[in-house]
């Protein structure tokens, strides 16, 4: 059963969105998450409170590792924890990176899926990296990922910088094509290092002059 007291804050503080973190610790001893009947139940509740106020409810849980298998993590409780959920984000340590976290959508009911994105950690506090080229196995399986494609895109604008002041933006795409680097990574690498694009003919050039380093 939903703690009425939950409802009642929603309705006090007018609440747009409520965090359950984690979903094991407001559970308690008395509900046995990995029954599926207890776990539909709960979640059926949760979800009608969800729409009845139109108030986001975000259940946050943490990965067991699975039994025998030192690489292998899921999710703890009943799979009508992810069922119900609209969307499911995947947080875990970027392998080979102490201080770098993945954020990876592995469902979403409501739109297409979200590029997976990364954060850093460090003692100047939390700091956005944007764009990530990881996968939801690799987060799982503590795998290292492959090249990170915002750090190869800001590579080739650098390398580009060397040689040239300004080139045709047509040109760029091309060559990061050539390297397996998405337009909107390579638009993403753009903005973070400071590069502004003119027109010039009727053609855009990105101004390499005064990329930062």
Not at 2 to 31: F, H, S
Not at 34 to 49: S, Y
């Amino acid at each position: 059963m939903v703690d009425e007291r939950l409802e009642k804050a929603i309705v006090k503080t007018k609440a747009r969105m409520l965090i359950l973190d984690p979903i094991q610790a407001y559970l308690g001893g008395g509900m046995d998450m990995n029954r599926a009947n207890e776990a539909r139940d709960m979640t059926k509740k949760l979800g009608a409170l969800a729409e009845k106020y139109q108030c986001a409810i975000i259940l946050i849980g943490h990965m067991n590792k699975a039994a025998g298998n030192k690489a292998a993590y899921r999710g703890m409780g009943s799979i009508d924890f992810f069922a119900v959920a609209r969307s499911v984000l995947l947080v875990g340590r970027v392998e080979g990176e102490p201080n770098i976290r993945a954020v990876v959508q592995i469902k979403n009911n409501l739109a297409a899926f979200g590029h997976p994105k990364a954060f850093a950690l460090s003692e100047d506090g939390f700091q956005w990296l944007g764009d990530y080229e990881i996968t939801a196995d690799e987060v799982l399986g503590g795998i290292a990922p492959k090249a990170n494609k915002m750090e190869q895109a800001k590579r080739l604008l650098r390398e580009l910088a060397l040689t040239s002041d300004a080139i045709q933006s047509n040109e760029i795409f091309d060559m990061a094509d050539e390297q397996g680097i998405s337009k909107r990574t390579l638009e993403n690498a753009k903005r973070e290092l400071g590069i502004r694009a003119r027109k010039i003919n009727n053609s855009w050039y990105w101004e390499l002059d005064k990329v930062k380093p």
